[in-house]
């Protein structure tokens, strides 16, 4: 099954192909009219070598019917077999041995496969292409068939032989160059795709990086003032028995004006450059502060296997436990109901590594290259700048961050510190 911007460029090339095996279907429907009213070619003949041409040309509605069709790969490989079957019949007709120049017809059929396919299934047709027309000679020589040829048996075998011979290797080298085109073009558009998205990208973020200062303080204020009247509420509530839902209210409104807070740093982080100040820190306490400042519910089991013999490093605490809370928060919202949030460091040749393994549903494959871009996300809530703004750090650390997934499984982010 063809994914959407798959199935929209085989259905561009189909239409394109279309209109060139129309023209072309006009041009020998005009030569083999001509042939007939010169007197060239009698009617019975012209009658049976014009209609594989023919249904060549009425056939042309097809790639418009597609676009109900579910899998076009197939049905139109399925096509070019019938093309190398009226072809056949078209050379047989016109003359059989005697039209040596129909073979020239084959591989405009393999090189559209090239086109639309490309891969083996080129290859495939060339080959068929051969054996089809290797067969109607063999058959045409062997008196099977009746013989269209002027030339005696005699040569005929001769002629057979030298194409059984060359013909083969002349159609795989043309379905090679064929399929050697097809895949350069698909790699030139899938990198075109690729710089016309990240152009986008850099538009959103032009215009983020203008506006973000103004909003960021635009917000902070009426965010300030909100956490200052819920503190003072708790602190007049402190010592007046209370219902536990107003409680709870408070508690919900001071998480969520935490969590504002944390999209406008994510935010100023991204399009602001970083002042980074460094001492020498534990990572192994830097991660459990992560977890504190987290606080995952009773359904996230947390399961710490630290290297208790790590060195401390140079790194701006503050930074890289951002980044751990980035990464951390990331793997808890991954896991819908029960799960298990796995964290190693160990010491490995001149860097600290820091494993995080979730039991959340995984990052599908085509999204496992994005996850570190800005404003890619998947999740309902968030900027999408959060691990992004954390693969900044710890490259800012002269360090490294990557991830791998089983898309249903769970995640492993891994994070490299170097020692200094």
Known sequence: MERKHERKEILEKLMWMARVRAIAGIVVLTL????????????PFLLFSIAPFSII????????????VNDL??????????????????IYFLGGMNMITGILVYPLVFMFTGIVLGGKRTYLIANLSFLFYAAMVYLETQGIMPSMSTIDVKIAGEARFVLTLTICPF???????????????????????????KLKRSEKLSILGKSAGIIAHELRTPLGVMKNAIYYLRMKLKDIETEEKVKDILSVMDKEINASEKIIKDTLSFVKPMEVKKTKESINDIIKEAIEDIGFDQRIVIKLELDESLPATLV????????????????????????????????RSRYIEVSIFDTGIGIL?????????????TKTVGTGFGL????????????????TSCFGKGATFTIKLPVV
């Open 57 to 68: 040309f009425v056939n042309q509605p097809y790639p418009f019917i597609v676009r109900k």
């Open 32 to 43: 083999f009219g001509g042939m007939w009213v010169t007197g060239i070619m009698r009617f």
């Open 316 to 347: 701006d605490k503050a930074q890289i436990r951002r980044a751990f809370n980035n990464i951390l928060l990331n793997a808890g919202q991954a896991i819908k109901e029960e799960g298990k949030i796995l964290i190693k460091s160990c010491f």
């Open 365 to 377: 494959e085509e999204n496992v290259k994005k996850v570190f871009e800005p404003l890619f996300s």
């Open 171 to 197: 159609f795989n080298l043309i379905a090679f160059y064929a399929a050697y085109l097809s895949n350069m073009i698909v790699k030139k558009e899938k990198a075109l795709r690729e710089i016309q998205e």
């Open 73 to 90: 790969t197939n049905l139109f490989f399925v096509s070019q077999i019938i093309d190398i079957v009226l072809i056949t019949w078209g």
């Open 388 to 403: 992004s703004v954390s693969q900044s750090i710890i490259k800012m650390h002269g360090g490294n961050m990557g991830v």
